[in-house]
């Protein structure tokens, strides 16, 4: 199979051939839209997909579901904020608080859409005051 999907330009895999694979299919843990993959590269994908149920029997529903929330979050927000803050730096901070402040996460867990929206603005706002002292101190 591997000779004539080589012949022909097809991708093929051979899960007992690492030489004779084209291409490996990681294990996934999927919580769209936050996606991990882990590979071992073809050497050992019972190890991968070991690796993949221990790691998803210590990730709950539950601490995946905001995440996930952000995730699409920061997706609808990313032009807005890149316009907001031409600095990649400045962007990248942004960010940092986004994911990891606590009461917009707490929010999220709520489905409270109004304190959502108030605490982006409130990073928004940080953030850019922030970006101006930075300047200013320049």
């Known amino acids: 199979i591997y000779h004539c999907a080589t012949q022909r330009q097809i991708f093929c895999n051979v899960v007992d051939d690492p030489l004779q694979t084209s ?14 993959a882990l ?9 991968s997909g070991l690796l993949r149920q221990e790691i998803e029997s210590h990730l709950s529903t539950a601490s995946l579901d905001p995440l996930s929330t952000l995730a699409t979050l920061a997706g609808s927000l ?17 960010w ?3 994911f990891t402040d606590k009461m917009l996460i707490n929010a999220v867990e709520h489905h409270d859409t109004l ?17 101006l002292n930075e300047n200013r101190s320049n």
């Open 23 to 36: 291409f490996i299919t990681p294990a996934l843990i999927d919580h769209s839209p936050i996606i991990i």
């Open 78 to 94: 990313r032009q807005r904020v890149k316009n907001y803050f031409p600095a990649v730096h400045i962007k990248h901070q942004f």
């Open 96 to 98: 940092l608080k986004f």
């Open 115 to 131: 304190a959502i929206n108030v605490h982006i603005q409130r990073l928004l706002t940080e953030t850019g005051a922030v970006s």
């Open 39 to 47: 590979s071992t590269g073809g050497n050992a994908p019972t190890l």
